[in-house]
């Protein structure tokens, strides 16, 4: 099992430890491009880092979290601003949601994750982790409407734009997410 | 590659043919729960059912080919009868959905078909393959009512449910289901 619970997790405000982060999240990236989540283990990341396994995991306690950190850190696609307009920020989320799921390692991990959680306890404590973040990051953006969105109208809402990027392998139209968002909100 | 172009494929109609593609398949399944979809390979296939790779190969070309009929075949779960009223044919078709998708080797199938596609063209094809043949099966339990469903509504119907399910490692509740058909048929 790829866990080490005695290690001491690293700071994320050393601007070191940072930089390791970014480098090895960014090798983590060619090899799921390269050869698939599978191949994705600590020891061909240190191989491929020159970062060795013990502050891998000083990193990340396990692969499932360096895969959703690596999600959660995302692609540079832009975000939205805050709004007042619950529709506008809501289709802008959906947008950027689009444009981070277009993203080929990121899409990869989040199937990889979501493929995993069934048998692995880590993999469904970080998609949880993962869904958590982004529904308080959209009710965030949504802090001026006064609208927020639970747990059911988040998958009403990310469901139809999550299925066609990852599980029908297409791609969301801005019809699609205009058509999402005007039906939850009537 | 999983592929013998040159081999016949089988006809489905012969009850022999019929009886070792059935048992293969539940073997694939268990294999799927014991070890994941990583090792579902023709090898091992063959020699947990005892059936020669050369005749895996003549029922299905490729690993997604089997993967997909393994889907489709699903587990024994019910299914709606076609009816006039669009709502509940479309809810009755959803938990339909959830409870094949509650069936841990159908969602493993699933979701290695789609972390496939992104890699894999026969991965992508049998993707579109089942969604059309399921798009095409709700679209005949509402043929009585006039009312059809374009590849955008069927998006936003199974989205939320398959997003729950496969993605968010939940469960798709009856009230999720509810909603869903509300927002997309108001």
């Given at each position: 099992v790829d866990s080490s619970p005695e290690l001491e997790?690293?700071?994320?405000?050393n601007p070191r430890v940072e930089r390791t982060r970014a480098n090895v999240l960014a090798v983590a990236r060619e090899l799921l491009l390269e050869r698939g989540p599978i191949d994705l283990t600590f020891s061909v990341l240190s191989q491929r880092s020159g970062v060795t396994r013990q502050t891998l995991y000083r990193h990340w306690a396990t692969r499932a979290a360096l895969l959703a950190d690596l999600v959660l850190a995302g692609p540079d696609v832009g975000y939205p601003e805050?709004?007042?307009n619950p529709r506008a920020v809501i289709v802008e989320f959906l947008t950027s949601l689009r444009a981070g799921m277009n993203d080929p390692p990121t899409a990869a991990a989040v199937l990889a994750i979501a493929a995993q959680a069934?048998?692995?306890?880590?993999s469904a404590a970080a998609l949880k982790s993962i869904i958590d973040d982004r529904r308080n990051a959209l009710n965030h953006l949504l802090?001026?409407?006064g609208y927020q969105v639970g747990e059911d109208e988040f998958a009403g809402l990310c469901g139809p734009i999550m299925y066609r990027q990852l599980l029908a392998h297409g791609t969301a139209t801005d019809e699609l997410i205009q058509r999402t968002v005007d039906a939850w909100l009537a």
């Open positions: 997790p690293l700071a994320r405000t805050p709004g007042s069934a048998r692995d306890p880590d802090a001026q409407t």
